[in-house]
Structure formats: structure tokens, C-alpha cells
């Protein structure tokens, strides 16, 4: 491996002007700069991070640890984040914790002792507190990113998740729906504790009925089966089978079209079916799912910034809350009102 004592003697300067060229100092002539860089590149060289990190105290290492990697959610958050850490001189570690918390910890242990100058996280549940809290002892910045944890003081990029939730019931219910089910994630996570709390305030406040035996959990908020679910749901007597299905995630809310289409139950002339969170094209038409398509993107960009401002310190002490808002987009999986299906 070529080391600086290498260029340093066939550019007949000392090993310290050639460091003082990779760092980028401003105490070496422009000649002698350019000769240095010249046998750089001639010799292929390549810095040792480890070592100049040692010295630096700081790897210009962004690490991001998402929940589902298979989630096309997270892959653009993935983007928006390397491509906001490349524009500031960073690089980008992507870890995928699965929801599991031990994978999680193993992570972060890993994290604190390769060494990142901060990690961009989105936490696998509220027992994330105690992974997050050996960030805090070794005082290495973090934001969260999608979900939130209660009692933590940091900074947060999140869904408005109460503002879209509410749009949706609110669409099924402008098409005449009245019995509208929900199949969420699980409750110790913040996004789904928040849109079972906005899917049951928006069914009260218009006055329709909160049945227990509509509202589900699925064990993941990943790519669940929810055949078993659906199953419960079309096992319910007629008048009280719910017309409409509200899914909290995107994963949920093709899985529940697949088992609805196992039952040979037409969309949405038998039960309608909306999302939350953008679906991929699956189908070789037009996009068939209602949803709610949050920013992806700039979960991880705006994340990414905030995480190299407080890497920097060129941000407020105070913790920044950043709430990002979703579009709703009407397609044909609800496009029917109740009075036409009644036709």
C-alpha cells in the first residue's frame, strides 16, 4: 500500500507537507500543491480514514438504521440521505434493524465502536430507548427519523400522521362508508399508535361506531400476512362486515388487497380498500391503491441535514421537530361512493 512517506520522497518534500495537501491546508504553496497531487494521483493513492479519524476525532461517516430495507418507504429515505451526506462531504452506512431491538443493539454497538460522526435513525420500537441512550453516552448525535419515542429530546423528522389519517376516514367517508375497519402495526410503535388514535377520533367525530371487531394488529409493521385478519373480518355477518378497510402502511395495504382477492372479493365494489404510504406499481396498469404518499425523500435529506448541523454545531441547542405532510391520491381501490354500488 502506498503510504504518504512514499510520495513524500519522489515529490523530495517532508511526510508532513503531503498530510498538509490531503487536509486541504492553506500553508502549502500553490506549486508545491500541485506537484503533490500530481504524484497522488500517479500513485493511485488512497488515505487511510482510520488513521486520519484518529487524529480528527471525526470519520465523515453518516450511519442510517431503517426498519425494513425492503420497504420502498425506506429506500427512498436511503436516498435522500446519501445523497444529502455526499453534497456535505460524508458518506453514508446503511444498517436494517428488521424491527428487531437485538438486531438493533448489535448495530449500534457496532456503530459506537468502528466509529460514525452520527446516526440518522428510525427506531424498531419504544424499547429502542435503551439502544438510543449508549448513542447519548458516547455522545454521538442522532435524529429520529419516521417515528417518534416519547420522553426523548432529540431532533425529529415524522408524519403528520394525524392530519392524513384523518383525510382518509374522511374520503371513506364522503363515499358513504360507515363501517370502516383498520389493520395496523404494532401498538409500541409511534406510527401506529398515532393513526389508531386519528382513525378512531375521525369515526367519532363524525359519529360512526368504533367496533372492536374491526380494529386489527398485525405482529410487523413489515410485510405481514394478513390473511387471517381479513379472514375475521369476512366472517362477520353482513350487517356488520365493514365496507371499507383502512390499511397504515403500504405493505399492509397490498396484502390486504391480496387476501381480500384469495376470498374473491371485488375492489372496491365489495369492500373498498386505502393506504397509507406510496405503492409501487405491481400491476402493469395504473396504480391501483388509494394512499396517502408521504416526502420519502426528504425524511432522509432533511434528516441528514440536521444530523451534520448538530455534527457541526451550526444548529440551536434546542431539539427541531420538522413534520412533513402527505398527498392523497384517489385511485380506483375507493372510487366508488355507496349509493352507486347500491345501483
Same mark, same amino acid.
Given at each position: 500500500?502506498?503510504?504518504?512517506?512514499?510520495?513524500?520522497?519522489?515529490?523530495?518534500?517532508?511526510?508532513?507537507?503531503?498530510?498538509?495537501?490531503?487536509?486541504?491546508?492553506? !500553508?502549502?504553496?500553490?506549486?508545491?500543491?500541485?506537484?503533490?497531487?500530481?504524484?497522488?494521483?500517479?500513485?493511485?493513492?488512497?488515505?487511510?480514514?482510520?488513521?486520519? &479519524?484518529?487524529?480528527?476525532?471525526?470519520?465523515?461517516?453518516?450511519?442510517?438504521? =431503517?426498519?425494513?430495507?425492503?420497504?420502498?418507504? *425506506?429506500? &427512498?429515505? #436511503?436516498?435522500?440521505?446519501?445523497?444529502?451526506?455526499?453534497?456535505?462531504?460524508?458518506?453514508?452506512?446503511?444498517?436494517?434493524?428488521?424491527?428487531?431491538?437485538? !438486531?438493533?443493539?448489535?448495530?449500534?454497538?457496532?456503530?459506537?465502536?468502528?466509529?460514525?460522526?452520527?446516526?440518522?435513525?428510525?427506531?424498531?420500537?419504544?424499547?429502542?430507548?435503551?439502544?438510543?441512550?449508549?448513542?447519548?453516552?458516547?455522545?454521538?448525535? *442522532?435524529?429520529?427519523?419516521?417515528?417518534?419515542?416519547?420522553?426523548? !429530546?432529540?431532533?425529529?423528522?415524522? &408524519?403528520?400522521?394525524?392530519?392524513?389519517?384523518?383525510?382518509?376516514?374522511?374520503?371513506?367517508?364522503?363515499?358513504?362508508?360507515?363501517?370502516?375497519?383498520?389493520?395496523?402495526?404494532?401498538?409500541?410503535?409511534?406510527?401506529?399508535?398515532?393513526?389508531?388514535?386519528?382513525?378512531?377520533?375521525?369515526?367519532?367525530?363524525?359519529?360512526?361506531?368504533?367496533?372492536?371487531?374491526?380494529?386489527?394488529?398485525?405482529?410487523?409493521?413489515?410485510?405481514?400476512?394478513?390473511?387471517?385478519?381479513?379472514?375475521?373480518?369476512?366472517?362477520?355477518?353482513?350487517?356488520?362486515?365493514?365496507?371499507?378497510? *383502512?390499511?397504515?402502511?403500504?405493505?399492509?395495504?397490498?396484502?390486504?388487497?391480496?387476501?381480500?382477492?384469495?376470498?374473491?372479493?371485488?375492489?372496491?365494489?365489495?369492500?373498498?380498500?386505502?393506504?397509507?404510504?406510496?405503492?409501487?406499481?405491481?400491476?402493469?396498469?395504473?396504480?391501483?391503491?388509494?394512499?396517502?404518499?408521504?416526502?420519502?425523500?426528504?425524511?432522509?435529506?432533511?434528516? #441528514?441535514?440536521?444530523?451534520?448541523?448538530?455534527?457541526?454545531?451550526?444548529?440551536?441547542?434546542?431539539?427541531?421537530? =420538522?413534520?412533513?405532510?402527505?398527498?392523497?391520491?384517489?385511485?380506483?381501490? &375507493?372510487?366508488?361512493?355507496?349509493?352507486?354500488?347500491?345501483?
Amino acid at each position: 500500500m502506498v503510504t504518504i512517506y512514499d510520495i513524500a520522497k519522489k515529490a523530495n518534500v517532508s511526510a508532513m507537507t503531503v498530510s498538509r495537501v490531503i487536509n486541504n491546508s492553506d !500553508k502549502i504553496s500553490k506549486q508545491t500543491r500541485e506537484k503533490v497531487e500530481a504524484i497522488i494521483k500517479e500513485l493511485n493513492y488512497i488515505p487511510n480514514s482510520s488513521a486520519r &479519524s484518529l487524529i480528527s476525532k471525526k470519520t465523515n461517516i453518516l450511519s442510517l438504521m =431503517i426498519t425494513d430495507i425492503a420497504n420502498p418507504f *425506506f429506500t &427512498s429515505v #436511503a436516498r435522500g440521505a446519501e445523497d444529502k451526506a455526499l453534497q456535505m462531504g460524508y458518506q453514508l452506512l446503511l444498517c436494517n434493524s428488521d424491527e428487531n431491538i437485538e !438486531k438493533e443493539s448489535k448495530y449500534i454497538d457496532m456503530l459506537i465502536s468502528t466509529g460514525t460522526d452520527g446516526v440518522l435513525i428510525a427506531p424498531a420500537s419504544d424499547l429502542s430507548k435503551k439502544n438510543i441512550h449508549k448513542l447519548t453516552k458516547y455522545k454521538i448525535p *442522532f435524529v429520529l427519523i419516521d417515528r417518534y419515542i416519547s420522553d426523548l !429530546k432529540c431532533d425529529q423528522v415524522l &408524519s403528520d400522521n394525524e392530519t392524513t389519517t384523518r383525510k382518509l376516514i374522511e374520503h371513506l367517508i364522503e363515499l358513504g362508508h360507515k363501517r370502516i375497519a383498520i389493520i395496523n402495526g404494532p401498538l409500541d410503535i409511534a406510527t401506529s399508535r398515532e393513526r389508531h388514535q386519528a382513525f378512531c377520533d375521525t369515526l367519532t367525530l363524525h359519529g360512526l361506531e368504533v367496533n372492536k371487531n374491526w380494529i386489527h394488529q398485525s405482529e410487523l409493521f413489515r410485510d405481514s400476512d394478513v390473511t387471517d385478519i381479513v379472514s375475521n373480518l369476512l366472517e362477520l355477518p353482513a350487517e356488520k362486515r365493514p365496507t371499507a378497510i *383502512f390499511a397504515t402502511n403500504n405493505f399492509l395495504g397490498l396484502n390486504t388487497v391480496k387476501a381480500l382477492k384469495k376470498h374473491k372479493i371485488n375492489i372496491p365494489e365489495d369492500i373498498a380498500v386505502v393506504c397509507y404510504d406510496g405503492v409501487p406499481n405491481y400491476t402493469e396498469n395504473e396504480p391501483f391503491l388509494t394512499a396517502a404518499e408521504q416526502p420519502s425523500y426528504n425524511f432522509g435529506y432533511l434528516g #441528514a441535514q440536521m444530523l451534520i448541523e448538530r455534527i457541526e454545531n451550526t444548529c440551536p441547542e434546542v431539539p427541531r421537530k =420538522i413534520v412533513l405532510p402527505a398527498e392523497l391520491y384517489i385511485r380506483e381501490s &375507493s372510487n366508488y361512493t355507496i349509493k352507486d354500488l347500491k345501483r
